[in-house]
């Protein structure tokens, strides 16, 4: 299948990587990448000679969150057209957390916002220690309501409250702290730390290893279709508030919102 922004290719042992392609935007989030995200996790999760799947960036960035363009049309939508847009990016990130494969996050620099969200479907993320993170949507008068279930899932609840409020930007040592990432390297280790984390499926029962992830997911935090219906409401409801018409404005106007310090 091709894609215009992943790419998903296979190497030795089945372990096949999903890389956010568009590095000349540092892999924001478009409408476009979602249905390919979505459409790459059906493709891998049916795929037996698939053992493992790396996710990562292309280019200097993991992930900036939501692109321009697609936030600047989703404010001049109507509530059911931000339901349905929010509600394919809900539903992307619930094929890769219910992938039945291990997914390692290989975290090759920045995420913000929803790059944040695809961090967290990830069984284990290993980042470079020269990363930054953060919740950066309440800036923009905005909630990061969609990708909550899973991040709430990842930090659990204190930890979350910690960082998810305030879009306070926060480095790779924190991260690991709030349970984000499980390790923070040097760049020129982080090829080394993945292998490490991908090495150990290579021994286990593929049907074993999903059978155990499903029951992880079974046992842990439910994220059904009520819980996604309800985030993507929250998010709808954030759209339609002063702060989000003033903070959306202001982000494009290039000027401080009303309430910035």
Request: glycine share 6%; proline share 4%.
């Given at each position: 299948?091709?894609?215009?922004t992943?790419r998903v290719?296979?190497e030795?042992?089945g372990v096949a990587?999903?890389?956010?392609?568009?590095?000349?935007?540092?892999?924001a989030?478009?409408?476009?990448?979602?249905?390919?995200?979505?459409?790459?996790?059906?493709?891998?999760a049916n795929?037996?000679?698939?053992?493992?799947?790396?996710?990562t960036?292309?280019?200097?960035?993991?992930?900036?969150?939501?692109?321009?363009?697609?936030?600047r049309?989703?404010?001049?939508?109507?509530?059911d057209?931000?339901?349905?847009?929010?509600?394919k990016?809900?539903?992307?990130?619930?094929?890769?957390?219910?992938?039945?494969?291990p997914?390692?996050?290989?975290?090759?620099?920045q995420?913000?916002?929803?790059?944040?969200?695809?961090?967290?479907?990830?069984?284990?993320?290993?980042?470079?220690?020269?990363?930054?993170?953060?919740f950066?949507?309440?800036?923009?008068?905005?909630?990061?309501a969609?990708?909550?279930?899973?991040?709430?899932?990842?930090m659990?609840?204190?930890?979350?409250r910690?960082?998810?409020?305030?879009?306070r930007?926060f480095?790779?040592n924190?991260?690991c702290?709030?349970?984000?990432?499980?390790?923070?390297?040097?760049?020129d280790?982080?090829?080394?730390?993945?292998?490490?984390?991908?090495?150990?499926y290579r021994?286990a029962?593929?049907?074993?290893?999903?059978?155990?992830?499903?029951?992880?997911?079974?046992?842990?935090?439910?994220?059904?279709?009520?819980?996604?219906?309800?985030?993507?409401?929250?998010?709808?409801?954030?759209?339609?508030?002063?702060?989000?018409?003033?903070?959306?404005?202001a982000?494009f106007d290039?000027?401080?919102?009303r309430?910035?310090?």
């Amino acid at each position: 299948m091709n894609f215009e922004t992943i790419r998903v290719t296979t190497e030795e042992f089945g372990v096949a990587s999903l890389t956010l392609s568009r590095p000349d935007k540092h892999n924001a989030i478009s409408e476009q990448m979602i249905l390919e995200l979505a459409s790459a996790a059906r493709l891998l999760a049916n795929d037996n000679a698939v053992r493992a799947v790396v996710l990562t960036g292309e280019g200097e960035s993991f992930c900036a969150g939501a692109d321009l363009a697609w936030m600047r049309a989703q404010a001049s939508t109507a509530r059911d057209e931000r339901i349905a847009g929010a509600s394919k990016l809900a539903l992307a990130l619930r094929a890769l957390n219910e992938l039945p494969k291990p997914l390692i996050g290989r975290i090759n620099g920045q995420a913000f916002g929803g790059g944040l969200g695809l961090m967290s479907v990830c069984d284990v993320a290993v980042a470079v220690d020269t990363a930054r993170f953060g919740f950066t949507e309440v800036r923009l008068g905005l909630i990061p309501a969609t990708i909550f279930p899973y991040v709430l899932a990842r930090m659990g609840e204190a930890h979350a409250r910690r960082v998810f409020m305030s879009a306070r930007i926060f480095d790779a040592n924190e991260a690991c702290e709030l349970r984000l990432i499980s390790r923070a390297v040097p760049q020129d280790d982080l090829d080394a730390a993945v292998h490490a984390e991908v090495r150990p499926y290579r021994s286990a029962s593929p049907q074993a290893v999903a059978a155990a992830k499903a029951l992880a997911r079974r046992l842990g935090p439910t994220i059904d279709d009520t819980i996604i219906g309800e985030t993507v409401a929250f998010l709808a409801d954030a759209w339609e508030t002063t702060d989000a018409a003033e903070g959306i404005k202001a982000f494009f106007d290039r000027r401080r919102p009303r309430w910035q310090a």
